[in-house]
């Protein structure tokens, strides 16, 4: 029952997940990896080159939460590691990505 608020970095706005993240772009493996300042950080497998890093999130996410790519968008935060991502289709959404936490 610990999980089944959403924690800091996940806020419902109608029918969206807005999803506050701190995205580390080259890394080796994409996974999550615990909260950094109130967001949720991801370490992501692509480079921060020519939109590569913020495609494979997007990408990753809707894989993560089985939602198509068109339900996952980024809202803000293109140009910088603070990143927010709106996302549809999926109830609770903190509970899918931290079941699939790496540490």
Same mark, same amino acid.
């Given at each position: 029952?610990?999980?089944?608020?959403?924690?800091?970095?996940?806020?419902?706005?109608?029918?969206?997940?807005?999803?506050?993240?701190?995205?580390?772009?080259?890394?080796?493996?994409?996974?999550?990896?615990?909260?950094?300042?109130?967001?949720?950080?991801?370490?992501?497998?692509?480079?921060?080159?020519? !939109?590569?890093?913020?495609?494979?999130?997007?990408?990753?996410?809707?894989?993560?939460?089985?939602?198509?790519?068109?339900?996952?968008?980024?809202?803000?935060?293109?140009?910088?590691?603070?990143?927010?991502?709106?996302?549809?289709?999926?109830?609770?959404?903190?509970?899918?990505?931290?079941? !699939?936490?790496?540490?």
């Amino acid at each position: 029952m610990a999980h089944s608020e959403p924690p800091v970095w996940a806020h419902a706005d109608g029918a969206e997940w807005l999803l506050d993240l701190h995205v580390q772009p080259g890394a080796k493996v994409t996974a999550a990896a615990g909260e950094h300042g109130g967001r949720l950080k991801l370490k992501i497998a692509a480079p921060p080159v020519d !939109n590569k890093a913020n495609a494979h999130l997007l990408s990753w996410l809707a894989t993560q939460l089985d939602v198509p790519k068109s339900a996952v968008r980024l809202v803000r935060g293109e140009a910088s590691r603070q990143k927010t991502v709106a996302v549809r289709g999926v109830e609770r959404p903190w509970l899918v990505i931290e079941n !699939n936490r790496k540490t």
